[in-house]
């Protein structure tokens, strides 16, 4: 036998061989198989023993995860937010309105007449009638209107307390008064003209230091003694009924707002002060209030006193340490944020307006004016 024969030989009975390895797991035993005659064979290679291949581990079935239904949360009924009630409209602030004019009677035929926020006197006689500053057109016919409840004699006088454009107007609701002021005032009136300010009266009569006008029997003083408030300052006074008039040199325990002291000779101011308290007065009247105590005329001399006496004693002692007056300019700088009088700290304008009357007074005092 050729050898490709015994090699084909050899495989078939290893194939064979398998196949009955196979068998024998699952079926039973079988009948021997006849066998066949012997053959004479060649030594060969011991054939190749097939390992047996174990059955394939079946895959596990699948289980399905259970499907859990998911759980709704109750989701409580929207409450409706209920919509704010609108509000009601901002209540608007009550319209200014000015205070009703009044006619305050001082003495026998003697007047204060206070309206539109200021004030004047109103001397009636018989055959004249005197008063101070109308101010405006609007003021001064309501002055015209309240002298006519009383009598029927027209205004024949208007004593003007001072040039400030602001006191002076309204003249012509009096077209037959007599404009009489202070010989200073006319200065001023031509500059107003020319810058074509304010309504500007005619005057027909002026005066240097005194006047002194009759209205019947009642004698009323015109006194000029320096400048105070402006160039032209002018102190009504009546002896016997013990009345004085001034304009715009104090306020009941204030200060006069920084914004109208620029002009202001707080030093020729001090000094009318403290002339006139040394006056019999039962009234005094101030361009700008209702009342006519003379307590705030003396509250304001010992106002005035204290300011001058405290910026005084700083420029002395600057001028001293400095070997002379300029020494003390740097004040000017520096003693309006430093100098305070605590006793007047309660004073309507004091915390705004103070530093500028303790500039003024220390310019009034270093230049007179």
Not at 30 to 58: H, M
């Amino acid at each position: 036998m050729n050898g490709k024969l015994k090699l084909a030989l050899a495989g078939c009975c290893a194939v064979l061989l398998a196949l009955a390895l196979a068998a024998c797991t699952t079926q039973p035993e079988p009948a021997a198989a006849p066998t066949a005659a012997p053959a004479t064979a060649l030594p060969t290679e011991p054939p190749a023993t097939a390992t047996p291949v174990p059955p394939p581990t079946p895959a596990p079935t699948a289980t399905a995860a259970p499907t859990i239904a998911p759980t709704a949360t109750p989701v409580p009924p929207p409450t409706a937010t209920p919509a704010p009630e609108p509000e009601p409209p901002a209540e608007e602030p009550p319209a200014f309105q000015m205070p009703p004019p009044t006619m305050t009677r001082l003495a026998d035929g003697v007047y204060h007449y206070f309206g539109f926020f200021g004030s004047s006197l109103v001397v009636i006689a018989d055959d004249a009638v005197l008063t101070t500053d109308v101010y405006n057109f609007p003021r001064a016919q309501s002055l015209k209107e309240e002298i006519a409840k009383i009598t029927d004699t027209p205004v024949s006088i208007i004593a003007l307390t001072h040039e400030h454009y602001d006191h002076v107007g309204g003249t012509g609701v009096f077209p037959d008064a007599t404009i009489v002021c202070q010989q200073n005032c006319q200065q001023a009136f031509d500059l107003f003209m020319v810058a074509e300010v304010g309504d500007v009266p005619e005057v027909d009569e002026t005066f240097d230091t005194y006047q002194e006008i009759m209205v019947g029997d009642k004698v009323v003083e015109l006194h000029y003694m320096g400048p105070g408030d402006g160039e032209a300052t002018t102190v009504v006074y009546m002896p016997e009924e013990q009345i004085v008039v001034t304009s715009d040199m104090y306020e009941p325990r204030a200060l006069t707002h920084k914004n109208w002291v620029h002009d202001k000779n707080f030093v020729g101011t001090r000094y009318i002060l403290n002339t006139i308290s040394e006056w019999d007065l039962k009234h005094a009247i101030n361009a700008h209030s209702l009342g006519t105590d003379p307590v705030d005329l003396y509250e304001n001399v010992d106002y005035y006193n204290d300011l001058y006496d405290a910026v005084s004693a700083a420029v002395v002692e600057a001028a001293t340490q400095a070997g002379g007056a300029f020494g003390a300019y740097p004040l000017y700088d520096t003693l309006p944020q430093t100098l305070e009088l605590e006793q007047y700290q309660d004073w309507t304008n004091y915390d705004t307006s103070f530093p500028s009357h303790v500039e003024r007074m220390l310019l009034s005092i270093y230049h007179g004016d």
